[in-house]
């Protein structure tokens, strides 16, 4: 219904032409009708000018599409990450209706991993294979639609050194060693070691993003800290690991546990 897209259109009645509120306009029923599952429309704006009253009326003219539905989806550039990392950040799945709002937010997921420098993600028409038309070439189906993504990986490892000086502390220097993507599957795993001439930390950390195949974050902490508290005349050592869990609490929440086991001395 007509009514029901005029919220997203930001040209209004009184207002001087702007050409770019016009293209915003466009690009918001766009959305919006992805959104509700018609991936290919056509919306063109129809000008009637008024040059003596110098007004103009704008018709936004939408050509409806069918409803699509996602054929396949294609992971391209993923030289050393595994395709289900990729995957398994889509909100879309094969054989779903098409949404653009879907769409936008597993492209903001996948860039958020932090894997890859730039992340470009399109759709276009499916095919259907002669196989599954019985017919002699190759055609296009006006119902699905193939999302392609492109991506372009960096350097997810690290390596860094560091020296400094405290009142407390004297001269003390760390050394971190850290992999966000291990083996390509996603996983982090670091380690840091930090000493200084009255205190010594060792804390190795390992997260499985997606463990046991599920969304949920699952992880340990294993460190060992060893403190000389010359101020009140004790030694402090500190051994134990924690073991944490977390969960999507909603798209954009997460709820975590955790637990620690350590021995003071």
């Not at 095919?127 to 193939?146: I, M, P, Q, V, Y």
């Not at 974050?217 to 101020?231: H, P, S, V």
């Amino acid at each position: 219904e007509p009514e029901s897209l005029l919220p997203f259109i930001t040209t209004a009645q009184g207002q001087t032409y702007n050409a770019d509120a016009v293209e915003n306009s466009i690009q918001n029923l766009t959305f919006e009708l992805g959104r509700l599952g018609y991936a290919f429309v056509d919306v063109r704006p129809e000008s009637d000018r008024d040059r003596e009253g110098r007004r103009v009326a704008i018709n936004y003219s939408i050509k409806e599409g069918p409803r699509v539905y996602v054929d396949r989806i294609n992971i391209v550039g993923n030289v050393r990450t595994l395709d289900r990392v990729v995957r398994r950040e889509m909100r879309l799945a094969e054989g779903d209706a098409f949404n653009a709002a879907k769409l936008r937010r597993s492209q903001q997921r996948i860039q958020a991993l932090g894997f890859f420098e730039k992340v470009d993600i399109r759709d276009e028409k499916g095919l259907l294979h002669r196989k599954a038309l019985g017919a002699a070439d190759d055609k296009f189906s006006h119902d699905r639609t193939s999302i392609n993504v492109q991506v372009e990986e960096r350097s997810t490892g690290s390596l860094s050194f560091g020296i400094g000086y405290s009142s407390s502390d004297k001269i003390g220097g760390e050394i971190s060693i850290r992999e966000r993507n291990l083996l390509g599957r996603g996983q982090d795993l670091s380690l840091v070691l930090s000493v200084s001439s009255r205190r010594q930390d060792i804390d190795l950390s390992f997260t499985e993003p997606y463990f046991l195949n599920r969304d949920v974050a699952a992880g340990f902490d294993i460190f060992n800290r060893q403190i000389d508290q010359e101020n009140v005349s004790f030694d402090r050592d500190s051994t134990g690991f924690t073991v944490r869990a977390g969960y999507p609490f909603s798209e954009y929440l997460r709820h975590a546990v955790r637990f620690t086991l350590r021995s003071d001395k």
